[in-house]
């Protein structure tokens, strides 16, 4: 990540400071803790079965976004070309 | 009397008079004639209008039902938010351009017959195109040039699928029909290749982000729903397209997340948006009909609301990549605020209009027992999330503060932004008010606990592995980048194949021109030495020679007749 350009002498933000940073990314665990212990507590109805085990649709997006990101990292060493390249 | 015009026709008739008019009045007229138009629309008893008989075609201009209502109610909105989001704007051509657009759009879904289909659709294209030359230069120019090849192309198929229908059929009723013959085939790649079907979308991802910026929020709304209502109105339950819907729900947000033109990471969600429609068209039950008409529905609204406040962006920045940008959230509170309502919303976040509209879907598809498909569709729901929902905001307004400073959008573009803002809380708050105008009746309950739990762990797990791959630095970077997709076959691949075989080929014709005028040339000169002036059949025979010939002939005469 590049460094922060933040003209000298203005105001700072709360997001500035990289420890409030770590605690929005605490706080999303956090809220994904709960999240996950919600499913001890209500009667699922799940439409397919399988949706319905535990944190099924937590486990399968935190998956399936990895998997988007890394697979996109792996197709960009095929697909990537300069800015330019249609230009040329 | 404006109830007596078409719907569609009001707006393309009232854009003539844009050049005509002062400013001031052009402004107010803008955003008066759509809103005219939806009243106009609202009053409108269901049922055929204006129909008339023509060398033996029975034309219906127009019909109104369910299905073309509720794509006319929010093809009119949009019309309304557009023109306010660019009211700003000076140029007369962008404006007669973007209402004569929305109006063949409006007509479009109107259109009871295949040939007064065909008509508003080839409107849309040319009118359309307009909106992207309007940003000047050479790449908008080649672009738009593409965009409107592709566009007529679309509407060439259609009006020969329809010939060939009417033919066989003797009808050119737009209704539903059967794939199996050419003429349906036809009819079907017209409407696939405008609704970005696999390897016919790379259109939309080239000529969207390259439209100026008030332009691109125009075209985000019409030609590919209209696509969506006319697969919906011809092709529902239409197996295979539950299998391309799919497809096109995936494939479109692996280049989201590496590409850096964040218009144009809008425009592959756009594209991935449109599977899940087509994906509750090929499903063909009454939910899975309501999923996608509603889904059309909410994702104008928040669709146009993420590439408004990437247009205001652009506008004000000067640039929209996304290596460029962040920390604009100081600069543009409000444009980021009006963002994260668009980003939740296509993100189906419970308490906004998305996640009413896709949950209808989903569920159609878990009925009917897709488990594959359904898998497909949430993957890609938390993609969406992913690069919509997280990057688009993320990379825009926040991430490392790019040091740009800039004044906060106009007050017009905010008001748009509003508006649309507005909307999508408003239906995911009170799902009655979009339920009670989908096709057919609905008996779903989005607000239940499995819903929303399931959909909100969905999307703050997403959340989590975005924050997770930031945080330890594994999530690939914005680079300067142009990355290769379908496109490059009609852009590179084919003038390059061209070009490299072009001398072979070249040299090879002119290699049978010479073998060709050389035997021309031998055939011409035997012919001269046998007929010429000194040629042997030319000659002047001795009467001693010909006597002699005679009497070899008069012996083998003999000869034969003898054996």
Redesign the interface.
Same mark, same amino acid.
């Given at each position: 990540m590049a460094e922060s350009k933040r003209p000298e002498g203005e105001r700072e933000y709360w997001l500035d400071r990289s420890a409030n940073v770590t605690k929005v990314f605490w706080a999303v665990v956090g809220v994904c803790a709960l999240l996950g212990l919600l499913d001890f507590f209500y009667h699922k109805h799940a439409e397919l079965g399988f949706d319905g085990s535990f944190g099924f649709h937590g486990w399968y997006g935190f998956v399936c976004c990895v998997f988007l990101v890394l697979a996109a990292k792996e197709l960009r060493k095929l697909l990537k070309r300069d800015e330019d390249y249609y230009d040329r | 009397m404006i109830a007596s015009l078409p719907p569609g026709l009001l707006l393309i008739v009232a854009a003539l008079a844009i050049p005509f008019l002062p400013d001031v009045l052009r402004r107010a007229w803008t955003v008066v004639v759509p809103a005219a138009g939806l009243w106009a629309l609202i009053v409108l008893e269901p049922g055929s209008y204006l129909a008339f008989a023509w060398f033996g075609a029975e034309f219906v201009p127009v019909r109104v039902d369910k299905l073309s209502l509720i794509f006319g109610y929010i093809f009119h909105i949009a019309a309304i938010i557009s023109a306010i989001y660019a009211l700003h704007v000076r140029d007369t051509v962008q404006h007669v351009a973007g209402m004569m657009y929305a109006g063949s759009g409006i007509g479009a879904v109107f259109a009871g017959d295949l040939v007064t289909l065909f008509v508003y659709w080839e409107a849309m294209a040319i009118t359309s195109v307009f909106l992207i030359w309007a940003r000047g230069g050479e790449?908008a120019y080649r672009s738009g040039m593409r965009y409107l090849i592709v566009q007529i192309a679309s509407g060439v198929l259609l009006l020969s699928g329809a010939i060939l229908q009417a033919e066989q059929t003797g009808s050119i009723a737009f209704d539903k029909m059967a794939l199996g013959n050419l003429a349906t085939w036809l009819i079907l790649l017209a409407f696939g290749i405008k609704c970005a079907f696999p390897f016919l979308h790379n259109w939309l991802q080239d000529a969207y982000p390259e439209a100026t910026v008030t332009g691109t929020v125009f075209l985000s709304a019409f030609t590919t729903k209209a696509a969506v209502y006319a697969l919906a109105r011809g092709f529902p339950g239409t197996e295979m397209l539950i299998y391309v819907g799919a497809a096109m729900t995936a494939f479109p947000?692996?280049?989201a997340?590496?590409e850096n033109d964040l218009r144009r990471v809008l425009a592959y969600s756009l594209n991935n948006q449109l599977g899940f429609m087509v994906v509750g068209v090929g499903i063909g039950t009454p939910m899975a009909l309501n999923g996608a008409a509603g889904h059309a529905f909410a994702h104008i609204l928040y669709k146009a609301l993420l590439f408004m406040s990437m247009g205001a962006v652009l506008y004000r920045v000067g640039t929209i990549k996304g290596s460029e940008l962040?920390?604009l959230?100081?600069s543009m509170p409000f444009t980021t605020v009006f963002c994260i309502v668009g980003a939740a919303s296509i993100s189906a976040f419970p308490l906004f209009s998305g996640f009413i509209a896709k949950a209808l879907t989903l569920?159609a598809v878990?009925?009917e027992?897709y488990?594959v498909v359904? =898998?497909i569709l949430?993957?890609a729901s938390?993609?969406v999330f &992913?690069h919509s929902g997280i990057k688009i905001p993320y990379f825009a307004f926040?991430? &490392?503060?790019?040091?740009k #400073?800039c004044k906060e959008a106009p007050l017009n573009m905010l008001a748009a932004m509003g508006i649309a803002a507005f909307l999508c809380i408003a239906l995911g708050v009170w799902s009655p008010a979009l339920y009670s105008i989908l096709p057919y009746e609905v008996d779903y309950e989005p607000y239940?606990?499995?819903h929303v739990?399931?959909?909100?762990? =969905?999307?703050?797990?997403?959340?989590?592995?975005?924050?997770?791959?930031? #945080?330890y #630095?594994?999530? %690939? %970077?914005e680079?300067?980048?142009?990355?290769?997709?379908f496109d490059w076959l009609y #852009?590179?691949g084919i003038p390059a194949l061209i070009a490299s075989v072009w001398p072979v080929l070249w040299a090879a014709w002119q290699g049978f021109l010479g073998a060709l005028q050389g035997g021309l040339r031998t055939g011409i000169g035997a012919i001269v030495r046998l007929t010429g002036p000194e040629g042997t059949l030319a000659r002047t025979w001795p009467l001693g020679s010909t006597t002699l010939w005679v009497a070899v002939l008069l012996g083998g005469f003999l000869l034969i007749y003898y054996l």
């Open positions: - | 790449t947000i692996f280049y997340v590496i962040g920390g959230y100081k569920s878990a009925y027992g488990v359904w =898998l949430m993957f938390a993609g &992913h926040f991430a &490392h503060d790019s040091g #400073r239940t606990p499995t739990i399931g959909q909100l762990q =969905l999307l703050m797990f997403s959340a989590l592995a975005f924050a997770v791959l930031i #945080r #630095r594994i999530y %690939p %970077p680079l300067k980048s142009t990355n290769l997709d #852009r590179k």
